[in-house]
């Protein structure tokens, strides 16, 4: 008898702890800085999805661990402005990264990271 009690606490806490850091759990957003046109590739464990826009915007993931890939590339090929990635936990930036070099612009910016809970 008390065995099983004992098991059903046990059960009933490790719930609770699961329940709780899912709560406590920030969304992951993804950040993309450009004036112009650009398209991409956005990599989760999840999957793989194609992202295009126009201007800056962002791609809300929801709370997520795990692998991150970004790249997006300017669809205005040779352009002098800088397009700009960023990952974003809660309200805190992650890991950005840019077309800027010491050389000039590139056409794409790739952010990779693994986001640990």
Do not use: H
């Not at 920030?26 to 800085?33: E, L, P």
């Not at 929801?62 to 700009?84: A, C």
């Not at 930036?93 to 000039?104: A, H, I, K, L, P």
């Amino acid at each position: 008898m008390w065995k099983k009690l004992e098991l059903g606490l046990l059960v009933v806490f490790v719930c609770m702890v699961v329940a709780v850091s899912g709560c406590m759990s920030s969304s992951v957003k993804v950040a993309i800085d450009y004036p112009g046109s650009w398209n991409g590739t956005l990599k989760t464990d999840a999957g793989t999805r194609s992202i295009e826009g126009t201007g800056n915007q962002t791609i809300d993931l929801g709370t997520m661990t795990g692998s991150l890939y970004v790249k997006v590339e300017k669809k205005d090929k040779g352009s002098n402005n800088t397009i700009r990635v960023s990952a974003i936990r809660g309200d805190e930036t992650v890991n950005t990264m840019n077309s800027s070099t010491q050389y000039g612009e590139l056409d794409d910016a790739i952010l990779s990271i693994y986001l640990t809970p």
